[in-house]
Structure formats: structure tokens, C-alpha cells
């Protein structure tokens, strides 16, 4: 059974090779819902992944899409990709000695089969106190506009990241462990 993951993120891309040997990769033009058109976060990240999916899945219909959708939570407040650096800093601020949440959003949906299946992955991550001078720092060192909330743990996290709990490919963008088990209830190789 062949899988199309719908999104160009090379960090998703990555993370899938480590469980899937062979998979073609088609980004999705699906209008991405905004916090104001669900009930929750976990909604939020849950339906963009199925509409992403969804969007890929009409182009390989006989084929299971993989769709994922990463944000991060405080203060039940959603945040996603920086729309520039003063963003990127203002979002690090806030996080700064604070703890967040990840949500990631994945579904799988195999359109000639009438099948979808979808769930949301959870993980905690607490930040180091951070001054002025090491956002700078970090935000040199890393491109952080294609984030959800203007880092990257995998890139230099160790300057801003005091500890995590639970799973850390899913604070990169794509939960491993989580999609395994998925694959496998799904019998897809």
C-alpha cells in the first residue's frame, strides 16, 4: 500500500524515513481553519489534518494521505508559524521560564476506501528563563519563520528548552511513535 504524505516540511519528511521506507511527498493547498472555527486547539490541529489529507487524497485516491498539523498552546492561546522576526521574538518572550504545549494533528485517509482515521498527540515543553540577548542569539543562529512557535527543538533547543515530557519527534513536527502505531491498526506498510 503506497502513502503520499501531504506536506513539503523537510522535518516531517525526515521523521517519516525513519518508519516508512517508501512514500511520495505532495504538499496540500488546503485553506488551513483558524482557533475561531473550532472548539479547541486539539480540534484545530485535528481537522487541518484531515483537510490536508483530504486535499492530497483527491489527486491519489486509491493511495493512503497522510496528513499532519503542528501547533503550539499557552494561556489557551494558539501559536503557529511567526509571521516575521519581531514575532519569532515576542513568542519567545512569552515562552521564556514557562511551560507549553505541543499538539500535533495526524490523519490518514485513503479516499477509495472511504477511510479516514485522525488523532492529536500531546507534548509538554518547559523553557529556560531566557534574557533579550539569547532570543537574539537564537534567532541568528535559526530560521525560524516555518516554526510553530518561532523555534525549533531539534535546532540549537538546548538555549531555550529546560525539559520536555513526552514524545520529541512530535515537538518537531511529526509524532513517530504515535503515526507507527497508527500505521499498524491501519495495516499500512
Known sequence: ???????????RRELLKRICAEFEVVGSDARELQLAEC???????RRNALLKAQAVSEQFPDKWVLGADTVVVMDNEVYGKPRDLAEAESFLQKFSGREHVVLTGLALVNAEMQKQESQVVTSQVRFRQLDKQRIKEYLTLVPVLDKA?????????????ESIDGELENIIGLPVAALAELLDKLQIK
Open 1 to 11: 500500500m503506497a502513502l503520499v504524505l501531504a506536506s513539503e516540511s523537510p522535518r
Open 149 to 161: 512557535g518561532a523555534y525549533g527543538i531539534q535546532d540549537h533547543g538546548e538555549m531555550l528548552v
Open 39 to 45: 472548539s479547541s486547539p486539539e480540534e484545530l490541529v
